[in-house]
C-alpha cells in the first residue's frame, strides 16, 4: 500500500511523467495506469466469463441435477459423485473434478429471498408449541411447551404439558389471557391439526369445534400462516428458541409439571424486566401500553378440558383416551361425563363428581381406585384375594396385621376387615393407620370402633349412631318412650 501510496504522489503530486515513473518504479505502463485510476488497490476482478471446454455444453444438464437435489429427501438426495455417474452415463467426457467445481459455481450464487421490515402494532400476538427435555419426577423425558408472544412488547408466556393436545392448547390460552391481563385481539398460528380442520385456501380455515369454542369465548381474529412458511410468524418463533436457552438450561429437574409450570411463570415475570433491542423502555413497559388495545377477557370460566359422553362399564370402568378409570360401583351401567385437563381425569355422574384419576397417556391401561369397589367387596367377600383393584393397592403394614387377626378370631373377620377398608373412603390412609397402630389386636377391634377413634374429639354431633352399611337393622322400629314412666318411678322411689 505504501508504495501504491508512493507512485500516486510522485505523479499526481509531485509531477513526475509517467514514462519516468515506469523507470524509476520498475512497472508496467497498464500498472501505472490502474494505479492512478485507483487510489487503493482494487484487487482481482474476472471481466470476461471463464470458458469451460469440457464442461460448459454439460452445464444445463448438471444444473437441472443439482435443482432435483433440493426438492429430495434429506437422505436421498444426489451427491455430487452420483451426478457425475449421472452425467457419465449420458456421455460426459471430463473427469469428477470437472463436475465438483461446476457444482460449487452453480451454488455459489442461490437465489435468497428478501424480506419486508414489518411493523408491530400493539395488541397483536403469535402462538406456537416447543420441545424441550425436562427431568419430571426423576425421569428424563421429552416435553411440549406452548408459547405465546406479544408482538409489540415481546411479553411472552410459556407452559409446558407432557402432550401437544386439544386441552393443553386451550387450558394454554386461558392461563396466557389471565397472565397478559387482556386477550389479544388478532392471534397468528402456523397449521396445526388442533385448531384447523381443512386448508381451503392461502388464508382461509375450516376450524375444528373445539377452537371455535374458544373463538366465540374470547372473540379474538385468527390469523394463519401460509403452509410450510413459518418465518410468518418469526415473533414466536425467536421467544420459543430464547425461552428453551434460558429458561430450560440446564435441564429442569422438578417433582411434576404443576412445579415447573410455576417456576416457567416466574421466568416470564422476569424477562419482562428486559430491555428489547431497539426500544427504550422494559417489556413490562410496553405491555402496559398493549393493555388498551387489547380485548377484555370475557366474565365466567372457559371450559378448557375435554368433555365426553359415555356409560360405565358392568366392571364400574370407563374408558377414556384408549384407557379405562374406575368409577363406584354404584356408577355401573350409568351415564357418566368424563372431563379431562392434561393432568387429572374427572368423572361424573348426574352432575356430581364421583371419581377423579390422573392422566393416563399410554395405551390400554386400567387406572383403578380400590375404594370404587369396597361396597361390592362387602356383598362379595370371597372376590377380595383375586380382585385386580385391590391386587396393587399399596397399604401400611398394620392393615395386613389386622386382617389375619380377624380372619384368625371372627367367622365373619374378612367381612369385618372389608368394612374396616371402608373407612377409607371417608378418612385417609394416614388416619386409620395412625388409629389401627394404637388399637390391642387381641380384642379384635371391628370398624365401629375404629370410626369412634376417628371421629374428632370437638365434633360429639359426629359421633351419633348411624344407620348407613346397617341394612339388617332398617326394619327394627323402635318404640318412643313414655316419659310418664320415669315420673312414676320418681313417685315410688320418694315413696
Known amino acids: 500500500m505504501q508504495h501504491w501510496k508512493a507512485i500516486r504522489q510522485a505523479v499526481l503530486v509531485d509531477g513526475m511523467s509517467k514514462r519516468q515513473a515506469c523507470r524509476d518504479f520498475g512497472i508496467h505502463w497498464e500498472t501505472l495506469r490502474k494505479i492512478l485510476a485507483y487510489p487503493a488497490p482494487p484487487g482481482y476482478r474476472r471481466v470476461a466469463r471463464v470458458d469451460h471446454p469440457v464442461m460448459g455444453p454439460w452445464m444445463r444438464r448438471l444444473a437441472e441435477l443439482v435443482e432435483q437435489r433440493r426438492g429430495q429427501p434429506r437422505k436421498q438426495r444426489y451427491t455430487i459423485k452420483r451426478m457425475f455417474e449421472t452425467l457419465r452415463s449420458e456421455g460426459f467426457p471430463g473427469g469428477y473434478t470437472t463436475v465438483k467445481d461446476a457444482v460449487r459455481e452453480l451454488n455459489l450464487t442461490p437465489a435468497r429471498e428478501v424480506f419486508l421490515p414489518l411493523r408491530q402494532p400493539p395488541g397483536e400476538a403469535q402462538v406456537d408449541f416447543g420441545e424441550a427435555l425436562a427431568s419430571i419426577g426423576g425421569v428424563l423425558q421429552k416435553i411440549h411447551f406452548f408459547v405465546m408472544s406479544l408482538v409489540h412488547s415481546d411479553a411472552m408466556f410459556v407452559m409446558a404439558f407432557p402432550h401437544e393436545c386439544t386441552e393443553a392448547f386451550m387450558e394454554a390460552h386461558v392461563r396466557a389471557f389471565a397472565f397478559f391481563g387482556f386477550v389479544p385481539k388478532r392471534i397468528t398460528y402456523d397449521n396445526s391439526r388442533i385448531p384447523v380442520a381443512r386448508i381451503i385456501g392461502p388464508h382461509e380455515r375450516k376450524f375444528t369445534p373445539a377452537f371455535e369454542a374458544l373463538l366465540s369465548y374470547a372473540l379474538f381474529q385468527p390469523h394463519f400462516c401460509n403452509v410450510r412458511r413459518a418465518n410468518e410468524k418469526g415473533v414466536v418463533e425467536g421467544a420459543g428458541r430464547y425461552s428453551r436457552v434460558n429458561f430450560m438450561v440446564p435441564v429442569p429437574q422438578v417433582a411434576d409439571y404443576d412445579l415447573l409450570n410455576r417456576y416457567l411463570l416466574e421466568c416470564c415475570r422476569n424477562d419482562q424486566l428486559r430491555k428489547v433491542r431497539g426500544k427504550t423502555v422494559t417489556k413490562r413497559e410496553l405491555l402496559a401500553e398493549e393493555r388498551g388495545a387489547g380485548i ?81 367387596l362387602e356383598r362379595k367377600p370371597g372376590g377380595l384375594d383375586h380382585c385386580r383393584p385391590m391386587a396393587d393397592w399399596q397399604l401400611p403394614a398394620c392393615f395386613g396385621r389386622i386382617q389375619r387377626c380377624l380372619e384368625a378370631q371372627r367367622r365373619d373377620g374378612r367381612k369385618e376387615y372389608i368394612r374396616i377398608l371402608m373407612l377409607l373412603r371417608e378418612y385417609p390412609i394416614a388416619d386409620v393407620a395412625a388409629v389401627l397402630n394404637q388399637l390391642d389386636l387381641s380384642r379384635t377391634p371391628t370398624a365401629e370402633v375404629i370410626r369412634q377413634r376417628l371421629v374428632p374429639q370437638d365434633r360429639p354431633e359426629l359421633q351419633t349412631f348411624r344407620l348407613a352399611g346397617r341394612r339388617h337393622l332398617a326394619g327394627v322400629q323402635v318404640a318412643t318412650t313414655n316419659l310418664q314412666q320415669y315420673r312414676q318411678l320418681r313417685e315410688v322411689r320418694h315413696a
Open 296 to 376: 377484555a377477557i370475557a366474565p365466567g370460566d372457559f371450559e378448557y378440558r375435554k368433555v365426553i359422553a359415555t356409560t360405565a362399564s358392568n366392571q364400574s370402568l370407563v374408558r377414556f383416551g384408549g384407557n379405562a378409570y374406575s368409577v363406584p360401583v354404584e356408577c355401573a351401567y350409568l351415564p357418566v361425563t368424563v372431563k379431562a385437563s392434561t393432568t387429572r381425569v374427572w368423572i361424573e355422574q348426574a352432575g356430581e363428581i364421583v371419581a377423579t384419576h390422573p392422566r393416563c397417556w399410554g395405551r390400554d391401561q386400567e387406572m383403578f381406585d380400590p375404594r370404587h369397589y369396597l361396597s361390592l
